[in-house]
């Protein structure tokens, strides 16, 4: 995933700019970065934060900056490549990072070069990092709106972009569908665009608004000005509530962790249980877990706590080994709370099933008498072709594939699969439950879902639920 931060001011703006992309920790462990306009030039750090937090890093790189008396800048959290990127082309210089996926990198490369339009500077790998392909589609263009609005017109996917141009002029573009979240923050010396908006609170922001999907805005020290309109359809992903986003952020009026007992409350009421405590996997499922207690009756308990001081979200490492050992690591159990009881674990999501078959296996052993799983979300069956979600070489990585596949062979029609009240359907969920070796399994339901992440306060949205239904929204039902 990844997130990003960037302020304009009146005022030294390195500390908001150093702690605003710090708040964005949760949704990346591969590298940070930062670049401000100051003394009429760029200035810019890059570090892998895959084995340090951001702050431990760039302590050093903000102490630097904030002697330069910087009026603009951006930071961000990248799992895609080495961010902010610095550019000189005919429309100046200029910074930028950018969030999501360019489905289709590899077609617009191809077009570039064939164009004599660009070149490109490849990893040892060959790979080609996405920021670099979206500032050469800006280039381009004979302007920077012009540039982006061509990135959108172009990149198939989802790409979220801030740009810092001289003289402190800060440049925000959602994603034409609106599938990631940029919110517009102002205080006394200026304004800030940031993908969570629980980045503003502590920083003395206050929240005016999202852009919506497509939008362009121009942002200076005196406030926003739109360049192109927001567009009338939304895509907003969906686990953005159910799992990514921070509990104190809200996109679009909808509050994460309101978000989150709702989907809790749901789940206690279409698939209820007997048991002595609910529990929730740290940290998305302790909300889900919540809304469950709170709906059930059932006590709220932790049969195990996160080690967070040094452990990370156990999704980040590329490498299934060193996934399933950050998840033991990370997680310690409490026998006492364990031993002898019935236990509803609430978790956000099942994608290769590794993680939980072993943290409910960890709990059998210390004497847990049952283990009832409830996840907040219904079984994935699509790999996520825009924000890199559940992203994988191949849908078979995901359990309920290699489930339809064991059942139905190689070919089976996935369709089948989608009705929680049919047979095939049934059959799935536990087969996935046997292979997990819980006593029962259940998930959430589409419309609960879209009703629980579609909250009224927000008055209503369309959300993108293609890892589960293979469609690109779902209209909101509030």
């Not at 005016?208 to 406030?223: A, H, M, Q, Y």
């Amino acid at each position: 995933m990844g997130g990003f931060f960037g302020a304009v001011s009146r005022e030294n703006c390195a500390a908001d700019v150093f702690y605003g992309t710090d708040y964005h920790s949760h949704l990346g462990t591969h590298r940070g970065g930062m670049a401000f306009w100051a003394g009429g030039v760029f200035h810019r750090t890059i570090h892998d934060i895959s084995n340090a937090q951001f702050r431990t890093r760039f302590g050093d790189d903000f102490s630097r900056f904030d002697a330069m008396d910087p009026r603009a800048g951006i930071g961000v959290i990248s799992d895609t490549d080495d961010q902010p990127h610095i550019f000189l082309s005919h429309l100046g210089r200029y910074s930028i990072v950018t969030v999501g996926k360019v489905a289709n990198a590899a077609a617009l490369i191809e077009g570039l070069v064939k164009e004599h339009a660009a070149h490109f500077s490849s990893l040892q790998s060959g790979e080609i990092m996405q920021t670099e392909v979206v500032a050469a589609l800006i280039n381009t263009r004979n302007s920077i709106p012009e540039g982006l609005r061509h990135v959108q017109e172009v990149v198939e996917g989802s790409i979220s972009i801030l740009l810092l141009a001289p003289d402190n002029v800060l440049w925000a573009m959602r994603d034409k569908s609106g599938r990631t979240p940029i919110a517009l923050g102002r205080k006394a010396s200026g304004w800030a665009a940031s993908f969570e908006s629980s980045a503003f609170p502590n920083l003395g922001y206050s929240a005016v608004r999202d852009l919506g999907p497509g939008e362009i805005v121009r942002l200076s020290p005196d406030g926003p000005e739109t360049v192109v309109e927001a567009r009338p359809a939304e895509r907003l992903c969906a686990f953005l509530h159910i799992y990514y986003g921070f509990p104190a952020s809200s996109y679009g009026g909808a509050n994460v962790e309101r978000a989150r007992y709702r989907c809790g409350a749901a789940l206690a009421a279409s698939a209820p249980v007997e048991a002595d405590i609910v529990a929730g996997i740290p940290d998305s499922g302790i909300g889900h877990a919540l809304g469950f207690s709170d709906a059930s009756g059932i006590r709220y308990a932790r049969p195990f706590v996160k080690y967070t001081p040094t452990w990370a979200r156990s999704f980040m490492p590329q490498n299934q080994a060193e996934r399933q050992h950050v998840a033991n690591m990370k997680l310690i159990p409490i026998p006492d709370l364990v031993k002898g009881k019935r236990i509803v674990l609430c978790d956000d999501s099942i994608v290769r099933g590794t993680q939980l078959k072993n943290q409910a296996k960890r709990l059998f052993d210390i004497g847990a008498k049952e283990i009832h799983v409830r996840i907040a979300c219904p079984p994935l069956l699509y790999g996520c072709r825009f924000i890199n979600f559940s992203d994988s070489k191949s849908e078979m990585e995901l359990i309920t594939r290699r489930v339809i596949r064991d059942m139905d062979g190689d070919g089976a029609d996935v369709s089948r699969y989608f009705d929680p009240d049919g047979e095939p359907y049934r059959r799935m969920v536990d087969r996935i439950r046997e292979q997990l070796g819980l006593t029962s399994l259940a998930f959430q339901r589409l419309p609960d879902l879209v009703a629980a992440v579609s909250g009224a306060e927000s008055g209503g949205r369309t959300l993108c639920t293609h890892c589960w239904s293979g469609d690109e929204c779902a209209p909101a039902r509030v």
